[in-house]
């Protein structure tokens, strides 16, 4: 099992550049989410998704749109990136339910100029 | 608002030793307490948590004491080893009052924790 992956791993836009973001997890997980991890900050959630076609927003939503297509794949959109947006995006996925253990990927290092 | 507060950027400590990360909280919806473990380049992992209908919650090496008077939780390494070095994350779930049942988690900052051969 891979577990939860991420693509890519570092990218670098342009202020006003578009990009999205794909986790997959093969552990047939209901629940996905999507954190952004900032120095001094921890990790904040952007947006979850508590199943397929489902998707909810989190602390720290602004700027970001997420799909949830498939049940194995959680979308992070970003439509005009900022340099507020420069961070480590965390993915996650866990069982049904509020008190099952969350599950992350290696993470995505995102720079914008 | 940081509702979860890890108040020590870091941690150096001598093999062998015991090592003691510290959270604390302000939420008193909370109920259920976890700790995080992250290497670098790597996601976080799940170490250990501990529900509040309990003051402790050991798993070999690794103890976390909770006192919800105090609002305070800690994790205890004993003995740390070189391989603990890493960031160490507190985190926090609410209460079914606050509709958490999709599992929210509310994060500290983190404690770099370093374990010196």
């Known amino acids: 099992n891979a577990g939860v992956t991420q693509t890519p791993k570092f990218r670098v836009l342009k202020t006003g550049q578009s990009m999205t973001l794909l986790c997959a997890q093969d552990?047939?997980?209901?629940?996905m989410y999507w954190y952004r991890q900032d120095p001094g900050m921890g990790l904040r959630l952007i947006h979850y998704?508590?199943?397929?076609?489902?998707?909810a927003k989190g602390e720290v939503p602004d700027g970001y749109n997420v799909s949830r297509l498939k049940k194995q794949n959680f979308l992070l959109g970003l439509e005009s990136a900022a340099p507020s947006q420069t961070s480590v995006y965390f993915c996650?996925?866990?069982?049904?339910?509020?008190?099952?253990?969350?599950?992350f990927g290696p993470g995505t290092r995102l720079t914008v100029l | 608002d940081q509702q979860v507060k890890q108040n020590s950027p870091s941690l150096s400590v001598q093999e062998g030793r015991i090592s003691i990360l510290n959270c604390d909280y302000t939420?008193?919806?909370?109920?259920?307490f976890l700790w995080y473990k992250k290497y670098p380049a790597e996601g976080p992992t799940f170490l250990i948590s501990?529900?509040?209908?309990?003051d402790k919650n050991e798993d070999g090496r690794f103890t976390v004491f909770l006192n919800k008077s105090a609002k305070h939780l800690s994790l205890h390494i004993v003995p740390s080893q070189p391989g603990d070095s890493a960031v160490y994350f507190c985190?926090?779930?609410?209460?079914?009052?606050?509709?958490?049942?999709?599992?929210?988690?509310?994060f500290g900052q983190g404690t770099i924790l370093t374990v010196h051969p």
């Open positions: 939420n008193s919806m909370f109920d259920y």
């Open positions: 985190a926090a779930r609410g209460g079914k009052r606050e509709g958490t049942s999709y599992g929210k988690l509310t």
């Open positions: 552990m047939n997980h209901e629940y």
């Open positions: 996650a996925s866990s069982r049904p339910g509020g008190y099952n253990e969350q599950f």
């Open positions: 998704s508590v199943g397929e076609g489902t998707t």
């Open positions: 501990i529900s509040s209908i309990k």
